[in-house]
């Protein structure tokens, strides 16, 4: 079975947990310091904060930012479950715009008709790693005074006009197994303000900074040195892995062309793509994804409902109508692209779904 995801870890992860081990301090401490300032480096941002998931890192922004009840945050409605969460979780109210039909991210000039008094952030999704249109919406944003969390957990490495995705505004990552690099589970927070980086440092753990002094309602969302210590080894591989994502991807693209049925994805002019997904658009796309099942290859569906449609959110009174999303929806399913594919894994995959298409 060729898997639609797989982390690739060696014995760099190994033996830098073996050492946290060893040292008997397995909780937050000197590795998780020095995971931050290596990540923060690598995303060009003054600050860092680790956290133990990439909902926890949306959701500390998003309360660093000072987001809470009665303010209205503007996001994608086709996007993982975790982005609109972690804006209910603050009290605030997720607004969905609509997504552009070929990168299927936020779409910059549906998004002014969801401004109202009540707004105060806008998350755009870096989905399957492609960045969203940050220039445009950073000029929004600005003509408003709002703030910007970019949800970064697909776009590690992600570039939009040589700056990296979450660096625009608040960046929010995801560590878990299936994600670009991984800590097993985890997530960081990047920004280039002192005061966001401090405060997030604040919710992290109990809302203190000294010990048993607490100055506002926190929670426990730290990352383990164990996490950490992982966390240091993929960093260093990571640009391996997305230069080996890329490569499969243009393979995948190159042999799919020219198939009636099937639109690869896209890649804008300014943007460095990182496919955490290589997702295309398919006809009988269900069917595909149970003929491919048969040839041992594994698929996915990112996202099979939009959140506007999930029960909980028409149970919460959303009745939103989102054409784009909804199409998408219903058309797309991603393919293996993970860096742990050999190339004949590329052209088994290339193979099936080709005689898909063409043998019947
Ligand atoms: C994975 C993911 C998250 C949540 O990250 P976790 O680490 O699983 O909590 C949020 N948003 C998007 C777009 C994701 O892909």
Do not use: W
């Not at 600050?47 to 503007?74: F, P, R």
């Not at 479950?81 to 991210?105: C, H, M, Q, R």
């Not at 944003?141 to 910007?148: C, F, G, I, P, Q």
């Not at 100055?215 to 990571?238: H, P, S, V």
């Amino acid at each position: 079975m060729i898997p639609i995801a797989r982390p690739l870890l060696g014995k760099e992860e190994i033996d830098a947990v073996t050492e946290i081990m060893n040292s008997g301090m397995i909780a937050q401490g000197p590795k998780v310091e020095e995971f931050e300032l290596a990540f923060s480096g690598y995303t060009g941002c003054e600050y860092a904060v680790a956290v133990n998931s990439g909902t926890a890192a949306l959701h500390i922004a998003l309360l660093a930012h000072g987001i809470g009840k009665e303010d209205e945050v503007i996001t994608s409605p086709f996007t993982f479950i975790a982005t609109a969460n972690s804006i209910l979780y603050t009290g605030a109210k997720p607004v969905f715009s609509d997504i552009e039909p070929d990168t299927y991210n936020i779409d910059p000039e549906k998004i002014q008709e969801k401004i109202t008094s009540k707004t105060k952030a806008i998350m755009p999704v870096h989905l399957y790693g492609h960045p969203a249109d940050m220039k445009a919406i950073m000029e929004i944003a600005e003509d408003h005074k709002l703030v910007v969390i970019e949800d970064a957990c697909q776009s590690h490495g992600a570039e939009c006009l040589g700056k990296k995705a979450g660096s625009f505004g608040t960046g929010a990552f995801s560590f878990y197994p299936t994600k670009n690099m991984t800590t097993s589970e985890g997530g960081i927070i990047t920004t280039n303000e002192r005061r966001i980086a401090e405060k997030a440092k604040i919710i992290r753990a109990h809302g203190s900074k000294v010990r048993y002094l607490h100055e506002m309602l926190g929670f426990n969302m730290r990352m383990t040195d164990i996490a950490a210590a992982i966390g240091l080894a993929q960093l260093e591989k990571l640009d391996g892995f997305t230069v080996a994502r890329q490569k499969n991807a243009a393979v995948l693209s190159a042999e799919l062309q020219g198939i009636s049925g099937v639109v690869p994805p896209v890649t804008k002019p300014g943007c460095t793509h990182v496919f955490h997904q290589y997702t295309i658009r398919a006809n009988r796309r269900d069917e595909l994804a149970a003929f491919l099942k048969e040839k041992g290859i594994g698929t996915g569906i990112h996202y099979p409902i939009p959140i506007h449609k999930q029960p909980y959110y028409t149970e919460l009174g959303y009745r939103d109508s989102l054409p784009v999303s909804e199409k998408a929806a219903d058309d797309v399913i991603s393919l293996p692209v993970h860096p742990a594919l050999s190339g004949d894994d590329v052209q088994r995959i290339v193979k099936e779904t080709r005689g898909f298409y063409i043998n019947d």
